[in-house]
């Protein structure tokens, strides 16, 4: 409804999560290097991490760690890792120094952190460049008409046009939608989690 005011296409396309799980897939490699690559085997190596059910060597596990950082990250609404990558590291440097892989843990953890960052960068110019939108982006966008002074008009309309608001299933919601849930009953007469 309010794609105008934010800057997109009004015959944008929705990427499903499944789309996008394909995409991520199809997309990691172009967002690592050789040396990454190189690393990566060298620490499945050093730690002889075997698949599940399995005795071979995972040497793709990269792709899980940084897929499950794409994923927390939007579902927690965190456009930019740098926190959570120095946090990351922080803890391993606690946690991981006297550890004989220490540095190998280290440089495999900063690396996954960079690959993250690099593909998103590559992903957002993808939905742009395509008038492409997900679930997440239509989160974000909803949170920032909740929260934002040039979106007034957006917050005044649902004041003046829903009484209230139901919130089914909550145990399943995250952080950026509870805060959505809680700027939407500030505007409503009432509102029922």
Known sequence: ??????????????????????YIALTLGSATTAEDISAFRSYAEAVDLKMMMSSKIDYDFWKKAVSDIISKADSMGIADFTESHRKSLDLIDTACSGNANYSIIRDCADRTFKIAARWRKNFEQYKK?????????????FLSMLKEDKYKVV?????QSIKYVFVDEFQDSNPKQLEIFDRLSDLVEKSYW
């Open 1 to 22: 409804k309010y794609w105008y005011l934010l800057g997109i296409s009004a015959k944008c396309e929705v990427m499903t999560d499944d789309n996008k799980e394909a």
């Open 129 to 141: 460049d395509n008038s492409i939108i997900e679930y997440n982006d239509m989160e974000n966008y």
């Open 155 to 159: 917050r005044d309309e649902i004041s």
